[in-house]
């Protein structure tokens, strides 16, 4: 009973502090109201603002909301539990994230200024959050989870801030900021609050799920095809942008379902494989596109970065999940290491090639769009490259430091339970078969 008063109490401050806060400094956005716009803002360039009819913010919110939330939900023992945890999570951390993330980039005169791209680029810090969830899921309260969301969101949106804004990096599909950044963050937490005596615990028998597990993935996979598409190309600074990001998304993701047929009866001697691994596949196959969709990837070379992705995902839960647990100490509870992690890292990769073998013969009137700065001439293709690639370890490096310090935030005695009472009181939420989530 503590406990779940532990929980009730702490969400009461935290609502009560974000409505404070909004009280104070969110306000709407001028852009909402035609000519309104004051000069310091550059209202062309977040024309997303102007109407939250777009497609782009509903595919977003539905894909965050929805999406996110039905991969954890094929866990056993865990489906109804999950529905409820990341309804919190996500009412949470989008109104911490619009505060947060309007003291960065809608901010002025002493106000944020809210529309539909600032609930857009909430959505995105959400859905890392959800992604760092996967890799702690068994292990932490869900207090612990609120507290979590709270320090990652802070953290997400600086690492966001220094890419996008003050180095110029081009990722408007989030492969760093969203895939990589989430992942690995959720890792070294994971790494920080490693227990080994709860492995050994003895489980008790548990009937069988794979029907409930089937249709949660069904579901998960279905809005993934429909709506991940927007999700990549919804940060796209104009319309015209979008229309490679759709396509390369597309493209890559039906080459990495295709891989996962292909692999995963040789590697887990199925005759086809289940919906949890095409879901999975199909994370990986958009997660890499990440960055470059919007770039020049062309449809061949989406196909095949998505095959190639298709492929390394089962592997890696097959032979690389496992060395993570035994010699990492890591417990990834839904092995986002290989769908959110690696497919992240990849896409970076791509995306700095990309942006060497960018110019204004192949792009056209798009490389004003992709990569301003180098259209402009004040930065040349291998700058920005060069731009790109660093990102990469800063970001890593920014989720290792900021995954160990919200870790052993958490570790704290007056965070945890004992192993008996979270057992007792959290069961149906919080113990799963970690087993289940990399098909052991």
Same mark, same amino acid.
């Given at each position: 009973a503590?406990?779940?008063?532990?929980?009730?109490?702490?969400c009461?401050?935290?609502q009560?502090?974000?409505?404070?806060?909004?009280?104070?400094?969110?306000?709407?956005?001028?852009?909402?109201?035609?000519?309104?716009?004051?000069?310091?803002?550059?209202?062309?360039?977040?024309?997303?603002?102007?109407?939250?009819?777009?497609?782009?913010?509903?595919?977003?919110h539905?894909q965050?909301?929805?999406?996110?939330?039905?991969?954890v939900?094929?866990?056993s023992r865990?489906?109804?539990?999950?529905?409820?945890?990341s309804?919190l999570?996500?009412?949470?951390?989008?109104?911490?994230?619009?505060?947060?993330?309007?003291?960065f980039?809608?901010?002025?005169?002493?106000?944020?200024?809210?529309g539909?791209?600032?609930?857009?680029?909430?959505?995105?810090?959400t859905?890392?959050?959800?992604?760092?969830?996967?890799?702690?899921?068994?292990?932490?309260?869900?207090?612990?989870m609120?507290?979590?969301?709270?320090?990652?969101?802070?953290?997400?949106?600086?690492?966001?801030?220094i890419?996008?804004?003050?180095?110029?990096v081009?990722?408007?599909?989030?492969s760093?900021?969203v895939?990589?950044?989430g992942?690995y963050?959720?890792?070294?937490?994971?790494r920080?609050?490693?227990?080994?005596?709860?492995?050994k615990?003895?489980?008790?028998?548990?009937?069988d799920t794979?029907?409930?597990?089937?249709?949660?993935?069904v579901?998960?996979?279905?809005?993934?095809?429909?709506?991940?598409?927007?999700?990549?190309?919804?940060?796209?600074?104009?319309?015209?942008?979008?229309?490679?990001?759709?396509?390369?998304?597309?493209c890559?993701?039906?080459a990495s379902t295709?891989?996962?047929?292909?692999?995963s009866?040789?590697?887990?001697?199925?005759?086809?494989p289940?919906m949890?691994?095409?879901?999975?596949?199909? *994370? !990986?196959? /958009? %997660?890499?596109?990440?960055?470059? +969709?919007?770039? $020049?990837v062309?449809? #061949?070379?989406?196909?095949?970065? @998505?095959?190639?992705?298709?492929?390394?995902?089962?592997?890696?839960?097959?032979?690389?999940?496992?060395?993570?647990?035994?010699r990492?100490?890591i417990?990834?509870?839904?092995g986002?290491?290989?769908?959110h992690?690696?497919?992240?890292?990849?896409?970076?990769?791509?995306?700095?090639? *990309? !942006?060497? /073998? %960018?110019?204004?013969?192949?792009? +056209?009137?798009r $490389?004003?769009?992709? #990569?301003?700065?180098?259209?402009? @001439?004040s930065?040349?293709?291998?700058?920005?490259a060069?731009?790109?690639?660093?990102?990469?370890p800063?970001?890593?490096?920014?989720?290792a430091?900021g995954?160990c310090?919200?870790?052993?935030?958490?570790?704290?005695?007056?965070?945890?339970?004992s192993p008996?009472?979270?057992?007792?009181?959290n069961?149906?939420?919080?113990?799963?078969?970690? +087993?289940?989530c990399?098909?052991?």
């Open positions: 503590a406990w779940r008063l532990r929980l009730s109490g702490l009461f401050l935290l009560i502090l974000n409505i404070l806060l909004f009280a104070v400094f969110v306000r709407y956005s001028p852009e909402s109201s035609p000519g309104q716009c004051p000069p310091q803002w550059n209202c062309s360039r977040r024309n997303q603002d102007s109407s939250f009819q777009q497609p782009g913010f509903q595919d977003v539905i965050v909301l929805l999406s996110f939330g039905l991969l939900a094929f866990l865990y489906g109804p539990g999950s529905a409820a945890i309804i999570i996500i009412a949470f951390t989008i109104q911490w994230a619009v505060l947060i993330q309007g003291f980039y809608f901010f002025l005169n002493g106000k944020i200024y809210v539909a791209q600032s609930m857009v680029s909430a959505d995105f810090c859905a890392a959050v959800l992604i760092s969830t996967g890799a702690v899921l068994g292990r932490v309260n869900p207090v612990q609120l507290l979590l969301s709270l320090l990652e969101v802070t953290l997400c949106t600086l690492n966001e801030y890419l996008l804004s003050l180095m110029g081009s990722d408007s599909g989030r760093l900021t895939h990589t950044f992942a963050f959720g890792l070294m937490v994971s920080v609050l490693y227990q080994p005596h709860k492995d615990r003895k489980r008790e028998e548990r009937q794979r029907r409930q597990t089937d249709v949660f993935a579901a998960g996979t279905i809005y993934l095809w429909i709506f991940w598409p927007s999700f990549t190309s919804a940060t796209t600074v104009h319309d015209n942008a979008k229309d490679w990001a759709v396509l390369n998304t597309y890559s993701l039906a295709v891989a996962t047929f292909i692999l009866p040789v590697v887990y001697e199925e005759s086809t289940r949890v691994q095409i879901q999975d596949a199909a *994370l !990986a196959g /958009m %997660a890499v596109m990440g960055m470059a +969709g919007e770039m $020049l062309t449809p #061949f070379g989406a196909l095949i970065t @998505g095959f190639l992705v298709g492929l390394i995902s089962p592997l890696g839960f097959r032979f690389f999940t496992p060395v993570l647990h035994s990492l100490k417990q990834d509870t839904c986002v290491h290989n769908i992690g690696l497919p992240g890292i990849l896409g970076a990769l791509l995306g700095t090639l *990309l !942006a060497l /073998m %960018a110019t204004a013969d192949t792009y +056209g009137d $490389l004003e769009l992709v #990569f301003p700065l180098v259209a402009m @001439g930065r040349t293709v291998t700058d920005q060069l731009i790109q690639l660093s990102a990469l800063l970001t890593l490096l920014l989720a430091l995954g310090l919200t870790g052993a935030v958490l570790k704290t005695k007056v965070l945890r339970c008996d009472v979270q057992y007792m009181e069961t149906v939420f919080w113990e799963v078969k970690l +087993g289940n990399w098909y052991g």
